[in-house]
């Protein structure tokens, strides 16, 4: 049952003894405290006055962040009070083990309350004023010598003073966990002095009650603090109450053992942390000690907007250091083509800025990033092995971040890592049924030294192509893949397990192919092959092509274009179509001398010409279209219709 208590609290910013009346409730910061002895005041140095406007105006980004920081102090007091309790230190009797908050619209303060270590009144002098004490250099030497970072838990720093960015002024009750230890006042309004004094019914631990500017009113409303609360301080190790009701009822997930978090608990977090109403399709929770600290749970959306169209998405994954936030959507912890993971990670070793908001470029980040990274490729490897269906589902929508990071990766060892995951249909396999670039090295011949792919729009398409016939005819096996951006793509990978990967294209066009007329085949004689390919090459001119050659490399097409560069040709064709592109690119037309149309066509030149060059301009589109080159084929109308006349005509 609840009870009125009178009180005698001292008022930091009025300067006076105000008697007054509270209702006395449980998990609401209580006002008991009576000021005891006289007040002495201390002036703080020049250096921290500088450093306390710095952290009043620009060290933050946002000024809600005091509420973080304030409950990241009392955390730490907390955990260091139970390490103590460990070992058996004697200490003053309670069990309370929470921090509460209080907001006071009247009064206009925000009043935050732990019952941990708290402090005797030297520590709080030192404490309260390391930066005054030490100088801010030696405060940044003190933190970097530091190195296990425990001997700071539950100890104030410039995160305390981060209250002085809303607060006209600071009162700080706090009573040291050691037995006999007496309570104490702190107060100061940043502006260069505070004073301290004795204080009875001071209970174990530290308060803090923020007096408000008045523009910052905001920060004395419920809703307002509770929102700052969820969004930073969530997942907190223990409860945090505001206003007599625990706010961080959400466990984070990502400190259990993953044995200990069933489906549906792994659904709800993910609901939250990824702000989504879809569900995960995999989920990665691990944790590690060595080469860092580390604590991670990422997830993989059914559904992204990057797959509809839209705008490039945000990074995914929320930092936190010891379950505080400290950067939501976090860059620099994953690779950048990795934003389609949600999730959370959780290290102690991240070296942070003062603020605790912006990560330092260090080698530990670049170890973390290497860390997080390597988890995530080794546990899609091997979610493609569990469930083959489920990963091809997967690649197939998500395939474009994978094209992304290895284009972008920054060394060989991370495109071929990446590679790993990619996914193709095979001259080898039946239609629908897709291998990797790893399955296909274990099923290469002795002697190859590549691994080939085609580029096309189906497997129809690809089956179709005159580049596939010649390797087709070799037995060689030849990846498909039927995204327009993978011959740059692959391009960039360059070589896969000491082999090198090179489209079909490209091979050709810088293979040795010396043409012999073949036996028992119906073909041109090599005279008058190599007489018609030297009429075409004149005919279509150095704006189409390099050179005209007779090849024995096709058996059901007439011909086929090479250059040695074709993803650089369809990369042109896709951004505007150049006049000239045959010869820009050196383009080589290849004629077979066993198809018909070339064998009539070698006929027509000599007693047709105009209709030979018709058919001579076709067979070069045709290629073009083929090779996926011709970027807009409505040009050809009229000479197809020309042609259909010719054809009419002589029937």
Same mark, same amino acid.
């Given at each position: 049952?609840?009870?009125?208590?009178?009180?005698?609290?001292?008022?930091?910013?009025?300067?006076?003894?105000?008697?007054?009346?509270?209702?006395?409730?449980?998990?609401?910061?209580?006002?008991?405290?009576?000021?005891?002895?006289?007040?002495?005041?201390?002036?703080?140095?020049?250096?921290?006055?500088?450093?306390?406007?710095?952290?009043?105006?620009?060290?933050?980004?946002?000024?809600?962040?005091?509420?973080?920081?304030? $409950?990241?102090?009392?955390? #730490?007091?907390?955990?260091?009070?139970?390490? +103590? @309790?460990?070992? /058996?230190?004697? =200490? !003053?009797?309670?069990?309370?083990?929470? $921090?509460?908050?209080?907001? #006071?619209?009247?009064?206009?303060?925000?009043? +935050? @309350?732990?019952? /941990?270590?708290? =402090? !005797?009144?030297?520590?709080?002098?030192?404490?309260?004023?390391?930066?005054?004490?030490?100088?801010?250099?030696?405060? +940044?030497?003190?933190?970097?010598?530091?190195?296990?970072?425990?001997?700071?838990?539950?100890?104030?720093?410039?995160?305390?003073?981060?209250?002085?960015?809303?607060?006209?002024?600071?009162?700080?009750?706090?009573?040291?966990?050691?037995?006999?230890?007496?309570?104490?006042?702190?107060?100061?309004?940043?502006?260069?002095?505070?004073?301290?004094?004795?204080?009875?019914?001071?209970?174990?631990?530290?308060?803090?009650?923020?007096?408000?500017?008045?523009?910052?009113?905001?920060?004395?409303?419920?809703?307002?603090?509770?929102?700052?609360?969820?969004?930073?301080?969530?997942?907190?190790?223990?409860?945090?109450?505001?206003?007599?009701?625990?706010?961080?009822?959400?466990?984070?997930?990502?400190?259990?053992?993953?044995?200990?978090?069933?489906?549906?608990?792994?659904?709800?977090?993910?609901?939250?942390?990824?702000?989504?109403?879809?569900?995960?399709?995999?989920?990665?929770?691990?944790?590690?000690?060595?080469?860092?600290?580390?604590?991670?749970?990422?997830?993989?959306?059914?559904?992204?907007?990057?797959?509809?169209?839209?705008?490039?998405?945000?990074?995914?994954?929320?930092?936190?250091?010891?379950?505080?936030?400290?950067?939501?959507?976090?860059?620099?912890?994953?690779?950048?083509?990795?934003?389609?993971?949600?999730?959370?990670?959780?290290?102690?070793?991240?070296?942070?800025?003062?603020?605790?908001?912006?990560?330092?470029?260090?080698?530990?980040?670049?170890?973390?990033?290497?860390?997080?990274?390597?988890?995530?490729?080794?546990?899609?490897?091997?979610?493609?092995?569990?469930?083959?269906?489920?990963?091809?589902?997967?690649?197939?929508?998500?395939?474009?971040?994978?094209?992304?990071?290895?284009?972008?990766?920054?060394?060989?060892?991370?495109?071929?890592?990446?590679?790993?995951?990619?996914?193709?249909?095979?001259?080898?396999?039946?239609?629908?049924?897709?291998?990797?670039?790893?399955?296909?090295?274990?099923?290469?011949?002795?002697?190859?030294?590549?691994?080939?792919?085609?580029?096309?729009?189906?497997?129809?398409?690809?089956?179709?192509?005159?580049?596939?016939?010649?390797?087709?005819?070799?037995?060689?096996?030849?990846?498909?893949?039927?995204?327009?951006?993978?011959?740059?793509?692959?391009?960039?990978?360059?070589?896969?397990?000491?082999?090198?990967?090179?489209?079909?294209?490209?091979?050709?066009?810088?293979?040795?192919?010396?043409?012999?007329?073949?036996?028992?085949?119906?073909?041109?004689?090599?005279?008058?092959?190599?007489?018609?390919?030297?009429?075409?090459?004149?005919?279509?001119?150095?704006?189409?092509?390099?050179?005209?050659?007779?090849?024995?490399?096709?058996?059901?097409?007439?011909?086929?274009?090479?250059?040695?560069?074709?993803?650089?040709?369809?990369?042109?064709?896709?951004?505007?179509?150049?006049?000239?592109?045959?010869?820009?690119?050196?383009?080589?037309?290849?004629?077979?001398?066993?198809?018909?149309?070339?064998?009539?066509?070698?006929?027509?030149?000599?007693?047709?010409?105009?209709?030979?060059?018709?058919?001579?301009?076709?067979?070069?589109?045709?290629?073009?279209?083929?090779?996926?080159?011709?970027?807009?084929?409505?040009?050809?109308?009229?000479?197809?219709?020309?042609?259909?006349?010719?054809?009419?005509?002589?029937?």
């Amino acid at each position: 049952m609840s009870q009125c208590t009178g009180f005698r609290w001292y008022d930091g910013h009025t300067r006076t003894l105000i008697t007054s009346l509270s209702m006395k409730c449980s998990y609401v910061a209580e006002n008991r405290e009576l000021v005891e002895g006289s007040l002495t005041r201390h002036e703080f140095q020049a250096e921290t006055r500088q450093l306390l406007d710095i952290v009043a105006k620009s060290l933050y980004s946002e000024k809600e962040v005091f509420i973080r920081e304030v $409950i990241s102090n009392a955390s #730490d007091a907390l955990e260091r009070l139970r390490r +103590l @309790q460990v070992t /058996g230190q004697q =200490m !003053t009797e309670t069990s309370l083990m929470e $921090i509460r908050i209080t907001t #006071d619209n009247a009064n206009g303060t925000i009043t +935050l @309350q732990d019952f /941990g270590t708290g =402090m !005797t009144k030297e520590e709080i002098i030192e404490n309260l004023g390391t930066i005054a004490h030490s100088g801010t250099k030696a405060f +940044l030497s003190q933190l970097e010598n530091r190195s296990d970072g425990s001997s700071l838990i539950g100890q104030f720093g410039v995160g305390f003073y981060s209250t002085f960015m809303v607060a006209k002024s600071v009162t700080v009750y706090s009573r040291s966990f050691t037995p006999e230890s007496k309570g104490y006042v702190w107060m100061s309004d940043g502006s260069g002095l505070y004073e301290i004094a004795e204080a009875a019914n001071v209970e174990r631990g530290t308060k803090i009650v923020i007096h408000l500017k008045d523009e910052e009113q905001r920060f004395s409303d419920k809703t307002v603090v509770e929102g700052v609360i969820r969004k930073y301080s969530n997942f907190v190790g223990f409860p945090i109450f505001l206003n007599g009701q625990q706010v961080n009822t959400l466990q984070a997930l990502w400190t259990q053992s993953p044995n200990d978090v069933s489906e549906s608990q792994h659904e709800e977090f993910y609901k939250f942390i990824a702000d989504a109403y879809d569900t995960p399709r995999y989920h990665l929770h691990f944790a590690t000690d060595a080469p860092l600290n580390v604590r991670a749970l990422f997830y993989v959306p059914q559904l992204l907007p990057e797959m509809f169209g839209t705008q490039l998405i945000e990074p995914g994954v929320n930092l936190y250091s010891r379950r505080v936030l400290i950067q939501p959507k976090a860059r620099g912890i994953l690779p950048d083509w990795m934003r389609f993971v949600k999730g959370v990670v959780d290290s102690e070793d991240i070296p942070l800025n003062l603020s605790r908001e912006l990560l330092q470029q260090t080698a530990i980040i670049r170890k973390l990033k290497m860390i997080l990274t390597s988890r995530l490729l080794k546990f899609l490897g091997d979610e493609a092995k569990k469930d083959r269906k489920k990963y091809e589902k997967f690649f197939s929508d998500c395939g474009v971040y994978f094209r992304e990071g290895l284009i972008t990766a920054e060394d060989d060892y991370q495109k071929e890592e990446i590679a790993k995951l990619f996914r193709f249909e095979s001259s080898f396999e039946r239609p629908g049924v897709t291998t990797s670039l790893s399955d296909y090295l274990s099923r290469m011949k002795p002697n190859q030294q590549n691994v080939y792919f085609l580029c096309a729009t189906s497997r129809e398409m690809a089956e179709m192509s005159p580049y596939l016939e010649p390797v087709k005819a070799q037995e060689m096996e030849v990846l498909f893949s039927f995204n327009m951006y993978d011959d740059s793509v692959l391009g960039q990978l360059q070589k896969f397990g000491g082999k090198t990967v090179v489209s079909v294209e490209n091979y050709l066009a810088k293979s040795d192919d010396k043409y012999t007329q073949p036996d028992g085949v119906n073909s041109l004689p090599t005279e008058q092959a190599q007489s018609l390919a030297k009429w075409l090459e004149q005919t279509l001119g150095p704006g189409k092509v390099k050179e005209v050659k007779v090849s024995g490399r096709l058996t059901s097409h007439p011909a086929m274009l090479t250059t040695p560069e074709m993803s650089m040709a369809r990369t042109i064709t896709r951004s505007a179509q150049p006049e000239g592109l045959g010869g820009y690119l050196q383009a080589t037309l290849e004629i077979n001398p066993s198809h018909p149309v070339i064998q009539n066509l070698s006929e027509a030149k000599e007693s047709n010409r105009q209709l030979a060059t018709l058919v001579a301009e076709q067979v070069y589109d045709n290629a073009m279209i083929a090779a996926g080159l011709l970027g807009d084929p409505r040009r050809m109308l009229t000479r197809l219709n020309d042609l259909l006349v010719q054809a009419l005509k002589r029937e």
